[in-house]
């Protein structure tokens, strides 16, 4: 997923109610299926589909060497990995090295799964004691005799290191389904610590009780009845039972698929159509040619073979119950089916080997699968070739109509699940915008895909009336709650945020990112311990929240505790050591304690990490001026209003820097400026009439001194009363 989360997620874990999942006492623990089925087992259990999801346990862990080219730098986000095994258990450390060389920001976590056969490659889970599973940032790669590696889409500087959370999206494909089947479609759920592990029988065949139950008793009718055999179902339903997980048009944001609302996450019901649980979306022209990791079923639809045959499926080819790698013989025999004439040519590797060759995938840069495409001459004349990463997030990769796969005209219902595939991933937005606000919208959750977009389109105040209008229709959505508190509190409204956000606690206790907004509104209105106690509780619910330890640090400054603030904020940075603003607070704590060297190291790596932040360099030449350093601060306090002209305190301090020169010219028109972006500000004030003064009008000074010494800072008022009196005294006596 799931950077951050991603708009889609949002949208679809929207769903308040809960979902109608296939009833839990429909299925049966899969191993009850070998009693009558022992061949067909013990051949399955050697599948890759079979071994996509484990514990990590020393019997299984046996390929990758823990000893030997286990560490690595990852030079991108200036990282070092090492993997470790021991007493039976595997782990994954990463660390940093600081300015004097020390390790800092270190992080361990033990592996507890792994998702993935490791035919291609391996992934690695962590779960958390709160019950989240995290995807790590290294996995484990076949190619080239097996070796370690950033994880799909980390190779940046910017990657989420431990805090990539598996979502219901990934288990769905990867796994039997778990116990808690209600969850909500796309959401961060918890899993209980007790999985099943690997894809079973039932996701083909369907819940299998009363199956057992009429095997057992030796009614063959009923239990051949109450099973799904895919091969009695139609061509459609058949093909279907594959395209649940090897259908997926793309793994870039766009969005590939949407499930439709009230439909639990594992909700498919095999052998009924797929798209009564959700809806697939492809590109627009221009980006059809795309070769995936998932992309088995999109390419094989491609194929001319697929397309004039009219009959093929995946089980043409492939044996569900075997390894894919025992199928050369069938792919052989379905090959003879139309060429029967051709195959004088053949080679060893059989038609697969040239027709079908396997390729580097554009998602997955360290695999290589089947191109699953089957052409007269391959597209590639090296497709082994090495390719490069590509990072897309949404709203700054594809830029175009979204359209429903297969191609096909809209019903009415679908109407509103392509208008919402517009706007979720931003791909084609302000269209999406106009198609939605044409509809109907009757229900919350499509009401508040309307309020998202507006908000991603920066029209908050339509935003915010639109999540309202979401909440009228559903007094306790949750998700339009977080988010309407969210864009207030941005929107700089704390006193109508905490009301809001107030209600999302009530209903959803269990929310860190409820309480973490909550907190942050509590502190803009003063309530710091009501901040203090909020942000508290959002890291205990989760403790790898590293937004909501940067907001504790900042509340903690402001309590005057710097010691906690600084554990805080290092505690930000070990979970996400590219947060530039946690290290630009950290460097303000460092500097509040007097420790002005270390201070101005924190600001240079923030300003390194977030060249683009004016608070980062506001940060940094606040630190340089403590340092005696006014040249430098300068040139800091320069980039700030580069980047942010209404930057009223760098203004200011530009301001002052010229009045120090007796540039009182300048030093006005930098006061003016930052007046003009905080009217009452008491240290600009000050700064206007003492520079107002100094050039000879004493009238337009004390207009301005007045107005400071009527400021609460005790010292500011103090500097403009004695202007004033210096002021009067200098007048002549008449």
Not at 190 to 197: I, V
Not at 294 to 312: D, E
Not at 708 to 731: H, I, K, Q, T
Request: aromatic fraction near 6%; proline fraction near 5%; include cysteine.
């Amino acid at each position: 997923m799931p950077w951050a989360l991603l708009l889609s997620l949002l949208l679809l874990a929207s769903c308040r109610k809960a979902p109608t999942p296939p009833p839990t006492h429909a299925y049966v623990d899969a191993k009850l299926c070998a009693g009558c089925h022992a061949e067909i087992a013990k051949n399955y259990s050697r599948s890759g589909m079979a071994q996509a999801f484990y514990k990590a346990t020393p019997d299984r862990m046996q390929r990758e060497n823990w000893t030997k080219g286990n560490e690595f730098y990852h030079a991108p986000s200036e990282r070092y990995y090492r993997m470790s095994a021991r007493e039976g258990k595997y782990f994954l450390r990463r660390w940093q090295k600081g300015p004097a060389g020390a390790e800092e920001n270190v992080l361990e976590a033990e592996i507890h799964y792994v998702m993935g056969s490791g035919n291609a490659a391996r992934s690695y889970l962590h779960r958390t004691p709160q019950g989240r599973l995290a995807e790590l940032p290294v996995a484990w790669y076949a190619e080239k005799g097996g070796y370690f590696a950033m994880s799909p889409g980390y190779d940046r500087p910017d990657h989420q290191g431990f805090r990539r959370k598996i979502s219901t999206d990934c288990m769905f494909c990867h796994n039997a389904y778990p116990a808690n089947r209600d969850v909500t479609p796309a959401s961060e759920p918890l899993f209980a610590e007790k999985l099943p592990e690997g894809i079973d029988c039932q996701r083909c065949h369907g819940p299998g009780r009363a199956h057992v139950e009429a095997a057992t008793a030796n009614q063959k009718d009923a239990a051949r009845a109450a099973i799904v055999n895919p091969a009695r179902l139609s061509a459609d339903r058949s093909f279907e039972v594959c395209m649940q997980c090897h259908l997926e048009t793309t793994s870039l944001p766009l969005p590939n698929s949407l499930v439709r609302f009230g439909r639990g996450a594992f909700s498919y019901d095999v052998g009924k159509p797929l798209s009564d649980f959700l809806l697939h979306f492809d590109h627009g022209e221009g980006r059809k040619d795309k070769f995936e990791i998932v992309s088995s079923v999109y390419r094989l639809r491609q194929s001319a073979c697929f397309l004039k045959s009219g009959k093929m499926q995946c089980t043409t080819c492939h044996d569900a119950h075997r390894p894919a790698r025992e199928d050369m013989a069938r792919i052989q025999k379905a090959c003879q089916q139309c060429h029967s004439g051709s195959l004088q040519h053949a080679k060893g590797g059989g038609c697969a080997s040239c027709h079908m060759p396997k390729r580097r995938t554009e998602d997955v840069v360290h695999a290589s699968v089947t191109d699953h495409k089957i052409q007269r001459k391959p597209e590639l004349a090296k497709p082994m070739a090495e390719l490069k990463e590509r990072h897309e997030r949404p709203g700054d990769g594809y830029s175009g109509e979204v359209v429903l796969y297969p191609s096909r005209t809209a019903s009415g219902e679908e109407e509103l699940y392509l208008a919402l595939a517009q706007v979720v991933q931003r791909s084609n937005l302000k269209p999406g915008i106009a198609r939605l606000e044409k509809m109907p919208l009757k229900d919350a959750r499509s009401v508040f895909g309307l309020a998202q977009a507006y908000a991603v389109d920066g029209q908050h105040e339509k935003a915010v009336a639109t999540y309202r209008t979401a909440l009228a229709l559903d007094p306790q959505f949750v998700p339009a709650m977080r988010n309407l508190g969210e864009l207030l509190h941005a929107t700089g409204k704390p006193l109508e945020t905490v009301p809001v956000l107030e209600r999302a606690k009530t209903l959803a206790p269990e929310n860190a990112s409820v309480a973490m907004i909550l907190g942050q509104a509590y502190r803009d209105a003063g309530r710091l311990d009501d901040a203090l106690s909020s942000l508290r509780k959002a890291v205990e619910l989760d403790p790898d929240f590293a937004e909501a330890h940067n907001s504790l640090g900042l509340v903690l400054m402001e309590k005057n505790d710097t010691a906690g603030a600084m554990a805080a904020l290092r505690e930000a940075l070990r979970h996400r050591p590219d947060f530039a603003d946690a290290r630009s607070n950290l460097g303000n704590a460092f500097a509040v304690s007097g420790q002005l060297d270390e201070a101005i190291n924190q600001h240079k790596a923030a300003i390194r990490l977030a060249p683009d932040s004016a608070s980062a360099h506001f940060n940094y030449a606040a630190a340089l001026m403590g340092a005696q350093r006014f040249a430098d601060a300068e040139k800091e306090m320069e980039a700030t209003v580069r980047l942010r002209p209404n930057h009223a305190e760098a203004q200011e301090a530009l301001g002052s820097i010229a009045a120090s020169r007796g540039g009182w010219l300048i030093a006005i028109r930098r006061y003016e400026a930052a007046l003009k972006a905080k009217p009452n500000f008491d240290r600009a004030l000050l700064g206007m009439g003492s520079a107002l003064a100094a050039t000879g009008n004493g009238t337009g000074a004390r207009e301005y001194l007045r107005k400071a010494a009527a400021a609460g800072n005790a010292d500011v008022r103090r500097e403009a009363e004695e202007v004033l009196r210096m002021l009067s005294a200098s007048e002549p006596r008449r």
